[in-house]
Nanobody, 125 residues
Framework: QVQLVESGGGLVQGGDSLRLSCAASGRTSSHYSMGWFRHAPGKEREFVAAISWSRGSTYYKDSVKDGFTISRDNAKNTVYLQMNSLKPEETAVYYC??????????????????WGQGTQVTVSK
């Protein structure tokens, strides 16, 4: 079992930045790929970013490529999502997740076996 705890969410103004963290505990291993998803009211959950365990390859939703950066610190069992130039439409609950997969399947939520409880990000106009 792997437990994931997100932190770093909050209320910011449009154009501001936030850094989300996801701390893993339990049966942890650097051999888990990690992803971030978000779920806004009235919308489906969507993929945001992922980082593979094997080579640290990163994957992004097209609309966040220029503003978001995913990274990981295996020594701390923590993955980060740096979000710059936030927009109101990016208001959502952000979830981190862990998967034993690598590659493009990391864009799909079903690839992940472990999920955190989520952290709210609210971007005001």
């Amino acid at each position: 079992q792997v437990q994931l705890v997100e932190s770093g969410g909050g209320l910011v103004q449009g154009g501001d930045s936030l850094r989300l963290s996801c701390a893993a505990s339990g049966r942890t291993s650097s051999h888990y790929s990690m992803g971030w998803f978000r779920h806004a009211p009235g919308k489906e959950r969507e993929f945001v970013a992922a980082i593979s365990w094997s080579r640290g390859s990163t994957y992004y939703k097209d609309s966040v490529k220029d503003g978001f950066t995913i990274s990981r610190d295996n020594a701390k069992n923590t993955v980060y999502l740096q979000m710059n130039s936030l927009k109101p439409e990016e208001t959502a609950v952000y979830y981190c997740a862990a998967a034993s997969e690598t590659g493009l399947t990391l864009r799909v939520g079903l690839s992940y076996g472990y999920w955190g409880q989520g952290t709210q990000v609210t971007v005001s106009k």
